[in-house]
């Protein structure tokens, strides 16, 4: 079974940093694309940020220049770098992987259940 586990989140000022880690753990033979996205109340799921296993990176307009995402392929892990946040980001953030059991099998999207991330004004 393939999971995926985040953490970082947290309660932070208006202005402040958070960094978000989501590690995929089970058996698995590869992850191509590595992403974030964000829940608020009452609105719909949106990307945040994603990277391809090749290094290529995808942000939503309105996070560009303040967060940053990467990962270690070595540890399975993406990273979410986020500055200068703002109360409107505060969501539920969510971690999407796509993961191929082995050689054979298509590429299948897992999610993490998510962490809180609160922007205190």
């Known amino acids: 079974q393939v999971q995926l586990v985040e953490s970082g989140g947290g309660l932070v000022q208006s202005g402040g940093s958070l960094r978000l880690s989501c590690t995929a753990s089970?058996?698995?033979?590869?992850?191509?694309?590595m992403g974030w996205y964000r829940q608020a109340p009452g609105k719909e799921r949106e990307l945040v940020a994603a990277?391809?296993?090749?290094?290529?990176?995808d942000y939503a307009d309105s996070v560009k220049g303040r967060f940053i995402i990467s990962r270690d392929n070595n540890k399975n892990t993406v990273y979410l770098q986020m500055n200068s946040l703002k109360p409107e980001e505060t969501a539920v953030y969510y971690c999407?992987?796509?993961?191929?059991?082995?050689?054979?099998?298509?590429?299948?999207?897992?999610w993490g259940q998510g962490t809180q991330v609160t922007v205190s004004s």
């Open positions: 990277i391809t296993s090749d290094g290529l990176t």
């Open positions: 089970g058996p698995f033979f590869s992850i191509n694309r």
């Open positions: 999407k992987c796509g993961v191929r059991r082995d050689p054979i099998m298509p590429f299948l999207d897992y």
